[in-house]
């Protein structure tokens, strides 16, 4: 017998089981059975493409016994079993991103935290969420020695030598006394169907064994009068999948979810889809309603099961499915694929690209169609989904318009957002452009930007976009249908011989009061110049794209290197129709121009998000130039 500690992270996993759960303590089983269901899916697999598993027996079934005396359950499978080194690897240790996602998720408010595990499968270790000791006995596949698993949950577990039949791994809990319903047959059978009932394996019990225990006249329990083991199937065991459409209520997606994705709350939406042609599959995905925890970690857990004729291959292959629809949840099933597919061939195998690219289709034109029909369902998906979907614009470039067209766009003429089909009506037909604006702030910081105030003059509309990822992607995004995207910076909106005569004009006007500020503010802009497209704001800052310190940053930037950028010295552009500029030009005052130079570029660059490098500075002038004016 030897003794082993768990892994911290188990610990705090089992702290929570043991303590803070106690709203929805019937998912342990769910757990296990979908281990029991994922072992033999495993050994089904080795066995049909495995010469080494040739000559062992495939007899996948789950069974449910209860010992009402001893107070114990105990859930079996055939599966593929675990030896001891399987032992210490998977049950002591948390090896999956996912979870350690979730312990690094946890902060301590017990409440929080149980709320967060509905999100997220808990797996083997939920068991003791109703055991006070739980054993695990199990034999691997093709190997001779059996081991059993002990532990109380209370930081360390034994694993000593044990006797078993067949292979496969049987799990038994000594339940608490508060959880004694789960020795009750129909509890039992009731979440089976709940969580079970199409797992592709049958699941049987001894429902007679669970009635319920006589008492003699002195209201002792007397044992059971019956001890012959009658089995029943209690799910359908059917892949919910293979049913058609027309069977299945939405219940049993809804719980069919619950089982794949390990996710209590429902799903947002679901796809089921029978493809018949040149190539023959079946598809099955599902939105969850809330984001999964590691959604945006490189080591996510992909969500996609993949099963050729009901044979389970693999859940672990992020190709499955591009990885800006890494929040689907779900089943892809096809016979067309060959079954000793290995990973390398799976990705080039054409069979399984035409599979992935139809299937990809399909999700976009179903989400098309929410958003059309169920406007307040869409906007649940965008608000959890959106950014991820935006990532999509570069990485494939065969869907962008798809893409483009599910993206939901704010815009300085409306406080609802639009989308780009909707948005390409009012664009001017002759110059077809899409002018956007992106930056990462506030959106109402965003939308009054004076970069926008030419186009709220004029009553153009400008795409508003204020996530980070839109500063990223919308620079790669050219192009529309017919219509080009011009960054609002860029614009120009203007070009007649007239409008460029009457800035050289202002310029000259202004030269003397642009040359007060450019020796005021020295190296801290490259220019000051006049502009006669701000309205509303005295000055803006513009960056030069000729500007080689600009080009440079960006090289660095697409490069992906890191380091000291080069500072970019920004154009300040100052507004001659501004009541500001207009009266420093006539002041004879050159502590005051001083001054106001120094708070308009500071003013200039707040608005553009950016920091000031002195504030004390900036309040003193600010209070000077105050105190002039009272
Ligand atoms: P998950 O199932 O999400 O990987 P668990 O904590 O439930 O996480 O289980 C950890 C690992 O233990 C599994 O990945 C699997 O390798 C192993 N395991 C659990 N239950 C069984 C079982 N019934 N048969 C074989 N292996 C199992």
Redesign the pocket.
Same mark, same amino acid.
């Given at each position: 017998m030897a003794k082993h500690e768990f892994q911290t992270e188990v610990n705090q996993l089992l702290q929570l089981m043991i303590h803070s759960l106690y709203s929805n303590k019937e998912i342990f089983l769910r757990?296990?059975v979908?281990?029991?269901s994922?072992?033999m899916d @495993?050994l089904n697999m080795l066995v049909l493409t495995d010469d080494a598993y040739k000559g062992i027996e495939f007899n996948p079934r789950i069974d449910i016994v209860v010992d009402k005396e001893a107070k114990t359950l105990t859930v079996s499978?055939t599966?593929?079993?675990?030896n001891d080194e399987?032992l210490v690897a998977?049950?002591g240790t948390?090896a @999956?991103s /996912? #979870?350690k996602a979730f312990m690094e998720n946890l902060s301590g408010d017990q409440k929080k935290d149980s709320q967060l595990i509905g999100q997220f499968?808990? /797996?083997?270790?939920a068991a003791f969420m109703v055991a006070d000791k739980v054993e695990v006995t #199990?034999k691997k596949a093709g190997e001779e020695k059996a081991y059993k698993w002990i532990s109380a949950g209370d930081g360390s577990y034994e694993i000593e030598d044990a006797e078993k039949k067949g292979h496969? #791994?049987s799990?038994t809990m000594h339940l608490k006394d508060e959880d004694a319903e789960f020795l009750e047959a129909r509890r039992i059978e009731s979440i089976i169907q709940k969580y079970s009932n199409h797992i592709p394996f049958p699941i049987f019990m001894d429902k007679e064994n669970f009635i319920p225990a006589e008492t003699d006249d002195e209201g002792n329990e007397t044992k059971p009068s019956s001890t012959e083991i009658k089995n029943e199937q209690i799910n359908k065991a059917s892949a919910l999948w293979t049913i058609s459409k027309s069977e299945l209520k939405d219940e049993d997606y809804i719980d069919f979810y619950s089982s794949i994705a390990?996710d209590s709350s429902e799903p947002l939406t679901w796809m089921h889809n029978k493809a018949e042609g040149a190539v023959e599959y079946t598809t099955l995905f599902y939105v969850p309603s809330k984001a999964p925890m590691d959604m945006y970690r490189v080591d996510y857990a992909p969500g996609i099961k993949l099963y050729i004729n009901r044979v389970f291959i693999t859940d672990d292959d992020k190709e499955l499915m591009p990885t800006y629809l890494r929040f689907l949840r779900g089943v892809i099933d096809s016979a067309d694929l060959p079954l000793n597919v290995s990973r390398e061939i799976l990705q080039s195998n054409p069979v399984m690209s035409k599979i992935r690219n139809a299937s990809v289709k399909k999700v976009l034109s179903e989400l098309a169609k929410m958003m059309k029909k169920d406007k307040e369902k869409y906007n649940a998906f965008y608000a959890e989904f959106g950014n991820v979907l935006k990532e999509g614009l570069y990485s494939d470039m065969g869907n962008k318009e798809r893409i483009l067209e599910l993206l939901q766009f704010n815009t300085i003429n409306s406080d609802e957002t639009t989308s780009l089909v909707d948005f390409v009506s009012s664009v001017d037909e002759e110059k077809k452009e899409i002018y956007y604006i992106t930056g990462k702030m506030a959106l109402n910081m965003l939308k009054n930007s004076p970069t926008l105030e030419r186009f709220k003059a004029k009553g153009i509309d400008v795409l508003v976009m204020n996530e980070e990822i839109d500063t990223i992607v919308m620079p790669m995004v050219t192009e529309y249908k017919e219509y080009k995207f011009v960054n609002a910076a860029d614009a120009v909106l203007d070009d007649s011989e007239e409008a460029k005569e009457k800035e050289e004009e202002l310029s000259k006007e202004y030269e003397g009061l642009i040359g007060e500020f450019k020796k005021t503010l020295g190296e801290s802009v490259s220019k000051v110049e006049v502009t006669t497209e701000l309205t509303d704001s005295p000055v803006a800052l513009k960056i030069d794209k000729e500007d080689p310190s600009y080009m440079m940053a960006q090289m660095m930037q697409q490069m992906g290197q890191m380091g000291e950028a080069p500072a970019i010295k920004p154009i300040l552009q100052i507004n001659p129709n501004h009541e500001i500029l207009s009266k420093l030009k006539e002041t004879s005052d050159i502590n005051l121009v001083e001054d106001a130079a120094h708070v308009l570029l500071d003013q200039a660059k707040l608005f553009d998000g950016m920091e000031i490098d002195d504030t004390a500075e900036f309040v003193s002038r600010m209070n000077r130039i105050m105190s002039k004016a009272l």
């Open positions: 757990e296990l979908s281990n029991g994922d072992a @495993k499978d599966g593929i079993g675990m399987d998977n049950l948390i @999956k /996912g #979870t499968g808990v /797996g083997f270790y #199990t496969g #791994t799990i390990h």
